[in-house]
């Protein structure tokens, strides 16, 4: 537990100097509100653009050749890799909770309530995405490097990206094929089934991403 914390601090330090790239976030926040977009889809956005700039740390960890500084700390490979899965997750729920409150402020403003239904459900359902796209794409960096990592990572980013810009669209067209009705009446009126499945998806993606990430990058030191 000791060396978790002392890395995850480490990973704080070390991005300390970039986090003022995170006030974007409130602009893309706004500009999301603009387009009249829910509460979930905004939840999802900043899961996706959280997830994107948190692996700026793997890009100073190889730029400023960070792997000695580790080793001088007497941190275990565990230790890596679990602090940087704490830093990411942190960052994530930093994002989330601002996304919240800004999105409470606005709708406060124009005189609507907002159920806390729907805010559970937005939390679930960006914690899925974000646990599905970190869960692929850190095991990448630590067994390749960010260099040789990013141009992969970067596909299902791209994927999960377009399905929420085509989310609208998409499930106009799918309503003529299969009945969404039923299957969002259903969502609706079991909602605690569909938090609890989200919540037990994400644990166990990251568990099996976690091991996977450790194994991987245990075997990259050794090379």
Known sequence: MNGLMKMAKLDFITMKSQFLAYLSLVGVIFLSWTMGLSLILLSVSASLYVALFSYTIFSLQEKNNLDRLYGSVSVTVKDIVSGRYVFIFLNFLLALFATIVLYSISAKLQNEVLQMDDVAISICLALLLFSVLTGVQIPMFFKMGYTKAKVWSSFPF????ILV????????????VIRLSEIVEFALSNQSILIIACI?????????????AVTAYRKRKRG
């Open 165 to 176: 810009l085509l989310s609208r669209p998409l499930l106009y067209a799918l309503s003529g």
């Open 158 to 161: 791209i994927a999960a990206t």
């Open 200 to 212: 037990l998806a994400s644990c166990i993606i990251q568990f099996f991403s976690y091991q996977i």
